[in-house]
Nanobody, 123 residues
Framework: VQLVESGGGSVPAGGSLRLSCAIS????????IGWVRQAPGKEREGVAV???????NYGDSVRGRFTISKNGAMNIVALQMDRLEPEDTAMYYC???????????????????WGQGTQVTVS
């Protein structure tokens, strides 16, 4: 499984960014895909998860501002981030796992497959 993130950058508070995760090397249909972030000096935090059936789940700090989605070919998972706050500044990772651990967002940090990450900075 290969995961490649893109779309990070620097934006002012209140702005938006759209992250993408290109997925290859497996059959997406059987995997949970998550976004995990890590800010300097802080632990990794599950942000959003999309299950094989398309259901989604979000962390409390981003619910209502972030949206996770997949394309029709199921090889791109996007994270639309709106009303960004300085506290959203972090490295964002795309993750994947067959288990999904019940689809719990906080368990996205347990997933076996990770991308290299993309930096998001909100000032």
């Amino acid at each position: 499984v290969q995961l490649v993130e893109s779309g990070g950058g620097s934006v002012p508070a209140g702005g938006s960014l759209r992250l993408s995760c290109a997925i290859s090397g497996y059959s997406y249909g059987g995997y949970y895909i998550g976004w995990v972030r890590q800010a300097p000096g802080k632990e990794r935090e599950g942000v959003a998860v999309i299950a094989p059936d398309g259901s989604t789940n979000y962390g409390d700090s981003v619910r209502g501002r972030f949206t996770i989605s997949k394309n029709g070919a199921m090889n791109i998972v996007a994270l639309q981030m709106d009303r960004l706050e300085p506290e959203d500044t972090a490295m964002y990772y795309c993750t994947a796992d067959r288990s999904g651990y019940g689809g719990l967002v906080r368990r996205a940090t347990w997933y076996n497959n990770w991308g290299q990450g993309t930096q998001v900075t909100v000032s």
